[in-house]
């Protein structure tokens, strides 16, 4: 049983993919917490060596280990898998929580070897997690597997590139997941963080116009912690949710009730009023 939690998911195997910092870690966290054998994964093993310190430090879990995978490759996906399973004796949790965005330009502006890559990055990524989990999970009975959305899979992120439609694409994933696997017991579920104070958002200055169109958008008027994202991961996969699937859970403050933040103050300078309307960009020379 963990340290601080009631060994609720004691002996339940769970993969937290982007599991190095932030969400990932919060998410990893809150599991091991409960009792659960989290593996985490990532590109950069120092980062997840230090993951791992800080949740046992946290939880006083000794059952947390780290495989370094890349999630858009199938042979690491297929191997984080594994090796999940191998510590654990099953799987019966996945939280697809690597992904993110790409370059902010307007849309007209995007290369397509950006738009793909962040595509690759969050559906293809998810697919994988899905492809090699369900068998497993269905040897173990039944599982649950938490995808990662965002607000910006259903409300207007400006000059986000492809990661709207990245995030669009997991809540698919998600549903049609659900659909074909709740015969054998797997849910499938996702989560849509609002502005959550992680170590990418802090690119965002407190005192800037796209910082406060969060804060003006949220009705809580605030931001949200990586915990609170990963009290939320933990209900999905814990057996408390075993009548939920097929959902796309908002936890943003109220944000979306509202519209969606506004990037454009970011580029706007940089590109001119003309090239945001969708005018070309002046020719050079």
Known sequence: MAANGNGVLDGWGVLVTGGGSGIGRAC????????????????????????????????????VNHIVADVTA?????????????????????????????????????????FRRVLDLNVM????????AVPE?????GGSFVGMSSIA?????????????????????????????GRSNVRFNAIRPGFIATEIMEGVPRDSAVYESYIENTPMADVGQPEDVGALARFLVGPESRWITGQAINIDGGHSLRRGPDFTSFVAPVL???????????AEG
Do not use: W
């Open 272 to 282: 001119g009023e003309d090239v945001m309307a969708g005018n070309r960009p002046p």
């Open 74 to 114: 199938e042979d690491d996906v297929a191997a984080a898998v594994a090796a999940t399973v191998e510590r654990a004796g099953n799987l019966r949790g996945l939280v697809a929580n690597a992904g993110g965005g790409g370059a902010i330009v307007p849309l007209h502006m995007q290369s397509a070897d950006e």
């Open 153 to 181: 899979g259903h409300i207007t992120h400006l000059a986000f590139g492809a990661y709207p439609p990245g995030k669009a694409g997991i809540e698919a994933l998600v549903r049609n997941a659900a659909d074909e696997y």
């Open 28 to 63: 990893a966290a809150a599991l091991a917490a409960d009792g659960a054998a989290v593996t985490i994964c990532g590109r950069t093993e120092e980062k997840l060596v230090d993951s791992v310190a800080r949740i046992t430090d946290a939880t006083g879990s000794t059952t």
């Open 125 to 132: 990524s998810t697919f994988l997690s899905i492809k090699h």
């Open 137 to 141: 999970m269905v040897v173990a009975g």
